[in-house]
Each structure stands twice: as C-alpha cells, then as structure tokens.
C-alpha cells in the first residue's frame, strides 16, 4: 500500500526528523518506489514538492530532509501505484482551491469502479485517488458553496464522503486547508502527540535520535500521523478503520464513525454537540 504521514501543530514546526524515516519507506524499508509528494502550508501559501523517483533516491527528498521548513500543516505521500501511470500528475498530495484556501489530499488505497459526481473541481490525471478528491471538494461546495465551511460542516460533508467513497474499496486519507488536518482510517493509520514533558525518540526506519528537548518550547505540540508508527520508542495511537480524525492546533479535536451504518453529523451542528450525537467520550473532542 502507499504510505501517509501528516503533521498538525500549534506553532511553525519542521518535520525533518519524520521526514527522514519517512521517505525510507520509499524504495529501502519497504517496496514503495512509484513517487512521492509533500505539501507545506505557509500562512496563506503552499510549498509543494512533488517526485516520480522513488523517495530514497530522490535529491527532492534529499533537500526536504535537510532543509528545516516550519509549518503547522503538512501532508506526505509516497506512492504505489494501482491505477494510474507513474507522472507527476498522478503524485500525491494533490492541491487545489476552494474559498479562497488551498487544500491538500493524499490517498492510501484502491477504489473500484469509483466515478466522482460532475462538478467544478477537475481531475488532471488519471488516478482513483484524485477523482475522490475531486468529488470531495465538489461535496464540499455543493454543502457550502462559498467553499468556506465551519469545523462542524466540514466534519459533516468529509463524514458522508468517507462513508460512500468506502464501499468502493480502501480509502485512508489525508485532508487540510492549512485550518484543519483531517486523516481518514479506512484500514490502516496511526497517530501521536508530543508535547511537554518532551523525550528521546528513535526512527523505526533508520538509525536516527532526536531529542525534542532541546527542540521545542514548553508549550508546544506537535500531532504526528502516518501509516504505520515512525518511531519504536514512543507510543502510537492506532486508529480503529472506518473512522474519521480532525486535528487542531496539535491536538486530536474530533473523532466521528465513517461505518456505512452511522448516523451522519447534521449540518450545522455545533461541534460540541457531536461527542453527545455519536456517544464519542469528551476527550476526544474539544
């Protein structure tokens, strides 16, 4: 399968040392070789970097690795392809704009006989997980048409998608417009948050430390959310499939069922609502 890693902070923070055991996954740790993609939000700009060389091997990665651009949203991809030839414009993340934003998705898994409603927002390649990008925006505005939702209508509109993109097969997903991070478990996914007291961690994928103590600030935090645990020192919150993540401000802020049998979030729900709605525990949103 491809491989996702997204990151959501409340201060500008780089993910070099993520990225680094990250993009072994391409080519060296595991057979992933078919491209790769990462995507910066930057106050209202997006620093995309998009490669059809395998992540272990690309001078891309090679820079993206050193070079310490801070964000509080990124999303990663690295590729193999099941539908779609391998060029530059079937590589996640794919990047377009609604309400004035841009957004990023990054798609892990295999759609069957999937076809996206007609709408304004076009593929350009030739993948499934485009076109569900397509479609998802294209729900997103019909929902909301100035293209800018709140917290709850968003939670709303990406929920029913999920739930109907899913009976076409695997759908892990990576969703942000530089607000939210949005990370959909249709099989596989698995996230951590660090924050103070910060510790050693140690990459599963190479023999790489960082100690964030001497690295952050007392009050930062930093989610981190990828495919499978990056590091083997740290303990990872494994997502249960068929359920749907948002990410604020460093933090887990909703978690709401994609099953086919949940009942959708109403429109226009305020979002502390939603916990009450779907019997979800108060921790898990605020």
């Not at 055991?21 to 700009?45: K, L, N, P, S, V």
């Not at 917290?151 to 029913?160: D, F, I, K, N, T």
């Amino acid at each position: 399968m491809c491989q996702l890693l997204g990151m959501n902070a409340n201060v500008p923070t780089d993910i070099c040392f993520s990225f680094t055991g990250f993009r072994r996954r391409g080519g060296d740790t595991d057979h992933h070789a078919d491209g790769w993609g990462i995507g910066f939000f930057e106050d209202q700009g997006c620093r995309v970097f998009i490669d059809t060389e395998a992540s272990v091997n690309s001078p891309i990665a090679e820079l993206v690795s050193a070079y310490p651009i801070r964000s509080r949203h990124v999303v990663a991809h690295i590729r193999k392809a099941t539908q779609g030839q391998i060029r530059l414009q079937n590589t996640h993340p794919f990047q377009r704009e609604i309400g004035g934003r841009y957004w990023l998705f990054a798609h892990n898994g295999d759609l069957k006989d999937f076809r996206g409603r007609p709408g304004r927002i076009l593929p350009v390649g030739d993948t499934d997980s485009e076109e569900a990008f397509c479609h998802l925006l294209n729900q997103v505005l019909a929902d909301h048409p100035d293209g800018r939702p709140d917290e709850a209508g968003l939670l709303a509109s990406v929920q029913r998608v999920a739930r109907e993109v899913s009976r076409h097969g695997t759908f892990n997903f990576l969703l942000s417009n530089g607000e939210w991070l949005l990370a959909h478990c249709s099989t596989q996914l698995a996230w951590i948050v660090r924050e103070a007291p910060f510790s050693v961690a140690h990459l599963s994928d190479d023999d790489v430390s960082v100690d964030f103590r001497q690295q952050t600030g007392p009050d930062d935090r930093v989610a981190v959310i990828a495919t499978a645990p990056l590091t083997d020192n740290e303990a990872w919150n494994i997502i249960a499939p068929q359920t749907l993540l948002l990410f604020r401000d460093g933090r887990l802020a909703a978690s709401l069922p994609t099953a086919f049998e949940a009942p959708p979030v109403r429109q226009g729900t305020p979002v502390a609502h939603i916990a009450a709605e779907h019997a979800i525990p108060p921790a898990l949103i605020a």
